[in-house]
């Protein structure tokens, strides 16, 4: 599982997605999972796609969970 790339969809100054950067690390570093954080503010696409929803935390184009950490999802 090591070779896994998570997305975090993410706004600036959003409380949820700070507490969804900040929960995360430790079981990324448990697991060797890289993370790449997407802020959305400035993509209209991204905007449209995510506005409501964020943070949204996608492994590829799977969508794992939004709004709250799920960690059972995220072990799968």
């Known amino acids: 599982m090591s070779s ?5 969809y993410s706004r600036l ?3 949820l997605c700070e507490d969804m950067e900040a929960i995360l ?6 697991t ?3 993370l790449d954080i997407v802020y959305i503010d400035k993509n209209d696409n991204l905007e449209q796609l995510y506005g409501t929803l964020v943070p949204v935390l996608k492994a590829g184009e799977k969508e794992i969970c939004h709004y709250f950490l799920d960690i059972k999802a995220l072990q799968q």
């Open 4 to 8: 896994t790339q998570l997305t975090l």
């Open 13 to 15: 100054g959003c409380h």
């Open 25 to 30: 690390p430790p079981y990324l570093e448990q």
């Open 32 to 34: 060797g999972i890289s």
